[in-house]
């Protein structure tokens, strides 16, 4: 079976369940853990900033970053299509009673002129916006990538109206691969960063969020109070130090791959428009033939797993679990549709 649903579904390999089983581990509740401690400074250090903390999940570094930087009644500034909005359960009302300003932007970016056009101004009336929340790379926005002149040029609406500027980094690693940038460059320019070793970077387990010193304190009090405080995670912590040394260069690899893939559909009568592919996703419009849960019938028939994400579009995710072999059958399979 090839899987290309997510890449979520990676399974660890032989060198990350070595470094996992010799994992030294402690009690993280009470800082003791030494594989979380060596995690967390890493990742803080490879992105130049100040702290960092390790949770379970992307949606929680994200809710856990929308907390510290808001109070009840605020406005968070987001991409209609973001994740922090769509897929994590109304998780900005339910955990930090705020309402979302939405922005149509360009397959999941938005531009600073959006953003300053979407700031309230001061009146008793209106919300008060307090937080920028951007998405790179975009999830439904086939893995799309923002220009980083642009993410300075938000950093500054933001710095001069006095609003907070989080990262959801799912994928940040793919972002930095595509466009040969550097992680401190996103660690100057923004407030809060999350990172997932749960997807790209082929952990079981994991996402670290990234501030200053005193967000990172009031970060490890609201994951206790959202039930995730862990004990001796370092096992999973170690697969994450384990991911952040030898799983970010070969990401390059999954978007040679994922280019192959759009390729050989763009012949096939069946698909419409395809997302331009910058990193490891590959969304495409189904047409004629098929309906797209139907074409996704017809790949699960050969034994590929993949996505209808709405009635006429499905996704294609790239990882580390799928290798130039498989890359190739896949290739096959697409011909002979
Ligand atoms: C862009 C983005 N942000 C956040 C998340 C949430 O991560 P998790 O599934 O670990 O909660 C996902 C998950 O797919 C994602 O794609």
Same mark, same amino acid.
């Given at each position: 079976?090839?899987? @290309? ?6 399974? %660890? ?31 803080? /250090?490879?992105?130049?900033? /100040? ?19 808001? *109070? ?26 705020? *309402? ?33 929340? @951007? ?47 550097? %992680?401190?460059?996103?660690? $100057?320019?923004? $407030? ?58 070969? @990401?390059?690899? $999954? ?13 096939? $009568? ?7 592919? &910058? ?14 849960? *139907?074409?996704? &019938? ?38 002979? @549709?």
């Amino acid at each position: 079976m090839i899987d @290309l649903r997510s890449d979520t579904v990676t399974k %660890p390999g032989p060198g990350m369940l070595e470094a996992m089983r010799n994992a030294p581990v402690g009690d993280d509740v009470f800082g003791e853990d030494p594989s979380i401690n060596q995690l967390e400074k890493l990742a803080a /250090e490879r992105f130049g900033m /100040e702290a960092a903390i390790f949770c379970p999940s992307g949606t929680m570094t994200n809710q856990i970053a929308i907390k510290c930087h808001t *109070q009840p009644g605020d406005e968070v500034i987001c991409d209609n299509l973001s994740h922090v909005y769509r897929y994590e359960g109304g998780g900005i009302a339910f955990n930090s009673g705020c *309402q979302v300003s939405l922005l149509q932007g360009d397959r999941g970016r938005i531009s600073a002129t959006q953003v300053l056009g979407a700031i309230n101004a001061v009146d008793d009336h209106k919300s008060h916006t307090a937080l920028v929340s @951007l998405e790179n790379t975009a999830n439904r926005g086939g893995g799309s990538c923002y220009d980083f002149e642009e993410i300075l040029k938000i950093k500054e609406v933001c710095r001069s109206n006095r609003l907070k500027f989080h990262l959801d980094g799912a994928r940040l690693f793919n972002a930095i691969v595509a466009r040969k940038e550097e %992680p401190k460059a996103y660690g $100057d320019a923004f $407030d809060s960063i999350s990172i997932c070793l749960s997807k790209g970077l082929g952990c079981p387990v994991g996402s670290v969020l990234l501030g200053t010193r005193d967000m990172i304190t009031k970060a490890r009090r609201i994951r206790k109070v959202f039930g995730g405080g862990m004990r001796q995670a370092g096992f999973l912590a170690a697969a994450g130090i384990y991911a952040l040394n030898n799983n970010i260069e070969r @990401l390059a690899e $999954d978007h040679k791959r994922a280019k192959q893939i759009a390729d050989a559909l763009s012949k096939k $009568d069946f698909v419409g428009d395809i997302m331009p592919v &910058e990193t490891n996703i590959v969304i495409f419009e189904v047409k004629g033939r098929f309906l797209a849960k *139907q074409l996704a &019938e017809k790949f699960a028939e050969q034994d590929i797993k993949l996505i209808a994400i709405t009635s006429t579009q499905i996704r294609i995710v790239v990882h580390l679990d799928i290798s130039e072999k498989m890359c190739t059958e896949i290739l096959q399979i697409i011909q002979s @549709l």
